[in-house]
């Protein structure tokens, strides 16, 4: 079956422009999660959804990140004043339930370039 | 707040040799664990993980991981590679009160040389 898909795979914007990253979870998977990924180090954790609300969002760096998921399906990822310092890996992944031991099954990241 | 340690930056191995790759928690209560593999070109994909149980995990390729709570510890071993093991080896950690909320370790790259 389809598996996790971002959109778009890359995206380069200019320093202060407004960006938004898209993310469609597998079919039926009820939570889904926002990671950023710079270069040289691991997933670092953003936002985590149970259906349509964000069940934490501890993550998110500071208030010109928000992220949403109107219809407890697809999700998106709003940055707003891009700075270069947000350049980096957007991964999205989502799983069946939204338990601490549930397989996350992640998708292929959007390249964020901010100049 | 939960952290985790990848000791290894960048290992390499020749075929057939056996590897293992540390990984160390720190966080005090009950943890999930897991192991993920991003092979190149590929996106993120699970290799193992362990929430209760034995505490040897078995995961796919032939790769296996123990938890050593006294350690804090969920080092990933197999017991001879292959060239196309060669990828990046993250691991992570899910505290049970924080669920959802995984922490990564900053990767291994293991290079396998044919």
């Known amino acids: 079956g389809a598996g996790v898909s971002q959109t778009p795979s890359n995206k380069v914007t200019e320093k202060g422009k407004y960006v938004e990253l898209r993310c469609d979870p597998i079919?039926?998977?009820?939570?889904l999660y926002w990671y950023r990924q710079s270069l040289g180090q691991g997933p670092e954790f953003l936002i985590y959804f149970q259906g349509t609300g964000a069940a934490d969002d501890s993550g998110l760096p500071n208030d010109r990140f928000f992220a949403v998921r109107p219809e407890g399906s697809v999700s998106t990822l709003k940055i707003q004043r891009t700075e270069r310092g947000d350049s980096a890996v957007y991964l999205c992944a989502s799983s069946l339930g939204g338990g601490p031991g549930e397989t996350q099954y992640f998708g292929p990241g959007t390249r964020l370039l901010v100049l | 707040a939960q952290s985790v340690s990848q000791h290894n930056h960048h290992v390499i191995l020749s075929e057939a040799a056996s590897l293992e790759l540390g990984c160390n928690y720190s966080y005090g209560g009950t943890v999930n664990l897991f192991w993920y593999v991003q092979y190149p070109g590929q996106h993120l994909q699970l290799l193992l993980k362990y929430f209760s149980g034995d505490p040897l995990v078995k995961g796919i390729k032939g790769f296996e991981a123990e938890f050593i709570k006294s350690k804090f510890s969920f080092n990933l071993r197999k017991p001879s590679v292959q060239w196309s093991d060669t990828a990046e080896y993250f691991c992570?950690?899910?505290?049970?009160?924080?669920?959802?909320?995984?922490?990564f370790g900053d990767g291994t790259t293991l290079t396998v040389k044919p």
């Open positions: 992570a950690v899910i505290a049970n009160t924080n669920a959802g909320k995984s922490t």
């Open positions: 079919s039926g998977h009820t939570a």
